[in-house]
């Protein structure tokens, strides 16, 4: 018999919104309010660790750990969702900033540049995993000094890889995308939708 829900292990209200979007009916799964530090999920980068296949590596543990929270926990057993998403900058991986300084910092390099940004999708139930990843080009115009103060003020770019939201004040600094808008926000709907299909999830 087909799952109708799953669990989502993640505590981003965009995936929230996003999955809500598209008809998914889901709990919330979080992984760092277990004690039991064995669900949580190391999201350092190996060394030399190619952009993709970190997203890709982080999302699929991600999803593993929260197959096990399950188990730790006795809850049901349904598809787990999760997924991680990745800035990058000339190559290199751009996390989420350490504080406002470091925010800003970050902006100052993305203005009057290309960057991308890499989603990555994994669901888990029981034995079964898979991936799904979605790579998208944003180009930023050229921010000043004093909008990379305003917009550092509000707060928006602490909690998000690239330190920006492009669904939020954000959109202001984005001349052009190529790839996925939902994948941008962290959630790639059409490649969500070919893993939430493959685990017999009705999407829609």
């Given at each position: 018999m087909a799952e109708k829900s799953i669990y989502l292990a993640s505590r981003s209200p965009r995936?929230?919104?996003?999955l809500k979007q598209i008809g998914i009916d889901f709990e919330m799964l979080l992984l760092r309010s277990d004690p039991r530090r064995s669900v949580d999920v190391d999201e350092t980068p190996l060394p030399d660790e190619a952009p993709r296949a970190y997203a890709v590596r982080i999302a699929?543990?991600?999803a593993g750990a929260g197959v096990r929270a399950l188990a730790m926990r006795g809850l049901r057993l349904k598809p787990v969702l999760a997924a991680d998403t990745t800035v990058v900058l000339g190559g290199h991986i751009i996390g989420k900033p350490d504080d406002r300084e470091h925010a800003a910092q970050i902006l100052a390099a993305l203005s009057g540049r290309e960057h991308q940004v890499v989603s990555a999708v994994a669901m888990?139930?029981?034995?079964?995993?898979?991936?799904r990843v979605s790579v998208s080009t944003v180009w930023f115009r050229?921010?000043?000094g004093d909008e990379v103060r305003r917009y550092v003020e509000t707060g928006e770019p602490l909690d998000k890889a690239?330190?920006?939201g492009i669904q939020g004040r954000a959109a202001a600094f984005v001349t052009r995308i190529d790839g996925s808008y939902s994948g941008i926000m962290g959630l790639p709907l059409a490649e969500t939708t070919e893993?939430?299909?493959k685990?017999?999830?009705a999407v829609l």
């Open positions: 995936r929230r919104d996003l699929r543990a991600k888990a139930h029981r034995d079964q995993l898979d991936d050229p921010i000043s690239g330190a920006y893993l939430l299909q685990f017999g999830i």
